[in-house]
């Protein structure tokens, strides 16, 4: 099993910044893939950003290329979103996901460990 605990969130002016971690405990294993996705009341949960294990490799959906950056500290076992240039759109509960598998992948379904989320609301 493996634990993780979102943080971060708040409230920013559009056009301001965020940076979220994701904090892992139990049965850490530096070799998941990471995950961060977002879900906006009465929408679906959406894929925003995903790490590879060794941070080799990121991928983002095209909607927060540019603004958005994933990182990884395995050492700490902790998972980052740098958010910038922040849009009222961006407004959303932000959950990061661990997914077992090699390659990144986009889908909800793929991810097997959730954390509980964290509020992000962007002011217009």
């Known amino acids: 099993q493996v634990q993780l605990v979102e943080s971060g969130g708040g409230l920013v002016q559009s056009g301001g910044s965020l940076r979220l971690s994701c904090a892992a405990s139990g049965r850490t294993s530096s070799r998941y893939g990471m995950g961060w996705f977002r879900q906006a009341p009465g929408k679906e949960r959406e894929f925003v950003a995903a790490i590879s294990w060794n941070a080799g490799s990121t991928y983002y959906t095209d909607s927060v290329k540019g603004r958005f950056t994933i990182s990884r500290d395995n050492a700490k076992n902790t998972v980052y979103l740098q958010m910038n240039s922040l849009k009222p759109e961006d407004a959303a509960v932000y959950y990061c996901?661990?997914?077992?598998?090699?390659?990144?992948?986009?889908?909800?379904?793929?991810?097997?460990?959730w954390g509980q989320g964290t509020q992000v609301t962007v002011s217009s």
């Open positions: 996901a661990a997914d077992s598998a090699l390659t990144l992948r986009d889908g909800v379904k793929f991810y097997d460990y």
